[in-house]
C-alpha cells in the first residue's frame, strides 16, 4: 500500500496564478483533510472531507477550494495564489467516526512557494 | 474550546538519557490524545495515543506516554534518547466538534540529541 501520496512535492508559483494539489489514498478512508504547516504555528486546517462529495471549512479556508469526487482523492485548489499561501501542504486521512477514534495518516507534503 | 499547548519549543538531550516532551491540554469533554514525529522534510508518523484506559501508553519506537488527568498533561517519554530520535514533535487533541474526527495540533517541539 502506498498509503497517502501527493502531486506534486514542489511548485513555485508566482502571485495570481493558479494551481491543484492532489492527495490519493489507497486505505479505503472515508475522511480526508487539508493542512498547512508554518513556522511556529504548528499544522493548521484548511478543508477537510467526512465522505465522497462531501467538503467542509477548516480554521484558516480563505484563498482554497477543495472537491472530493472520488473517495479515494481530495483535491486542493489555489485560484489565485498570494504570498501569504507559501507554505507546506500535508494532506491526511482516517477512517470515519464509526470506526472509532482513529488517528489521521499523513502524506509527506507539498513545499509550495508563491512569489 | 479544545485546545494544546507545548510549552517548549526545543528540548536538548544527551544520547542515552531519558527524554520529556510536554504536552498539556484543554478540552470541554474526555480527552483523545494523539502524538506525532516529523523527521525532516517528511510528513507526520503517528507515534501513539490515548483514548482510555491506562494512563500510560505505549508506542513506536520505544515511545510512551503518561496521561494524567488532574494535571491536563499528556507528557511523551522515552528512557533512553537515540540520535535518531531527533525531530519535530506535535501533541494533538481530537476535536470536539461534530463527527469529523479533526484534530488540534500544538505548535512542535523540537527535540535534538546530542551524540
Redesign the interface.
Known sequence: NAG?TQTPKFRVLKTGQSMTLLCAQDMNHE?M?WYRQDP??????IH?S?GEGTT?K?EVPDGYNVSRLKKQNFLLGLESAAPSQTSVY?C?S????DR??????????TRLTVL | AQSVAQPEDQVNVAEGNPLTVKCTYSVSGNPYLFWYVQYPNRGLQFLLKYITGDNLVKGSYGFEAEFNKSQTSFHLKKPSALVSDSALYFCAVRDYGGATNKLIFGTGTLLAVQP
Request: charged fraction near 5%; charge should be neutral.
Open positions: 497517502v475522511y483533510y511556529g504555528m504548528g499544522l493548521r486546517l477537510y467526512v467542509a477548516g500535508f491526511a482516517s477512517f470515519g467516526q472509532g477514534y482513529n488517528e489521521q495518516f499523513f502524506g509527506p507534503g
